[in-house]
């Protein structure tokens, strides 16, 4: 079976978009969004009266989102993808794909600015339209799998302690308190390590070997921010391993779904699906948020629907 899709940046290291005004979509086709739109408005200009704030997208006064780029976050994600070609982390030397990666989105314009502020302030009105969001690439991944595991990939301490929160934790208790987790079950369980311990070998263990041959195929190239591949991969080999507490979830034998907020180089997600297949758990591939891609990439394919353990 194919492994499943994933990938996790260490992630507080990722560059700003351009500081530009994002464009406002228009032009309803229907009457229900304008009307919907139009009640979710309302009710932001009542809590403005309490907590004045501005859109993290164009600025607006009084809406963290306001209803436009709400909407557009709402267009940028409507249509989960299959993103791992785009991370070659998660692409074998041959072009076969590793670990199969399902994004909400494309790392852009609103969504873009959306996610980074999230990230920085974990704003309410923001984790309710991402949750949202990653919810459709989950459901699209797991597709008529049953009993899952969703894995949300550990952030670092050092991150931890500037925001107080982990974004991928609070997206995912998010969707647990709505029920909106479809057939799949939170399990947190990953940790961070502090030091690297040598996994099984390759011939032992074929997923975890192939994963850890390319993640220690290239050199440490500096810090986290801009770097390429081989530098990201040495920068967390080793930086996962699963909790042992006796609360801890047993994921022996279970499929099991990655999820990290967004996709670079697909480094952070090699890591903790080796983390996982060490622990026992059954692989199946990743979810992200968002996924970035180069400007020349070709479109990504829509998800079908199909589990994510199925590639593609």
């Known amino acids: 079976m194919e492994p499943l899709h994933v990938e996790r940046n260490p992630d507080p290291d990722l560059e700003p978009p351009a500081p530009t005004a994002a464009k406002h979509r228009s032009g309803y086709s229907q009457w229900w969004p304008r009307a ?30 306001c209803g436009p780029c709400e909407r557009a976050v709402r267009i940028l994600t409507r249509t989960p993808f299959r993103a791992e070609g785009q991370a ?23 969504l873009a600015q959306a996610v980074l502020s999230f ?29 899952y595991c969703l894995i949300p990939v550990p952030t670092t301490n050092s991150a931890f302690r500037k925001r107080g929160f982990s974004p991928v934790h609070l997206l995912l208790r998010n969707l647990d308190r709505s029920g909106s987790l479809g057939a799949g079950n939170l399990a947190d369980a990953l940790r961070k390590s502090r030091a690297f311990t040598q996994g099984p070998s390759a011939a032992n263990n074929d997923l975890s070997g192939r994963l850890r041959a390319l993640v220690q195929a290239h050199p440490m190239a500096g810090g986290q921010k801009g770097l390429g591949r081989g530098a990201r991969a040495k920068r967390v080999r080793g930086s996962m391993r699963a909790r042992s507490s006796p609360l801890a979830p047993d994921i022996r034998g279970r ?47 829509p998800v079908p629907g199909a589990p994510a353990g199925t590639g593609g």
């Open 36 to 65: 919907a739109d139009g009640a979710a408005n309302a009710g932001r200009e009542l809590l403005a009266l309490a907590a004045p704030v501005e859109c993290v997208c164009c600025g607006t006064e009084d809406f963290a989102l």
């Open 119 to 147: 990230k920085k302030h974990g704003q309410g009105q923001l984790g309710s339209v991402l949750s949202k969001a990653l919810g459709r690439a989950i459901n699209g991944a797991g597709g008529t799998l049953r009993g």
């Open 88 to 110: 070659p982390a998660l692409m074998d030397v041959n072009g076969s794909v590793i670990l199969p990666v399902v994004a909400a989105g494309i790392y852009r314009e609103e």
């Open 255 to 301: 499929p099991c779904i990655i999820v990290d907020d967004v996709l670079t180089t697909g480094a952070t997600l090699a890591e903790a699906a080796r983390a996982v297949h060490r622990a026992g758990g059954v692989v199946m591939g990743a979810v992200v948020l968002a996924a970035t891609r180069p400007p020349d990439a070709a479109d990504p394919s």
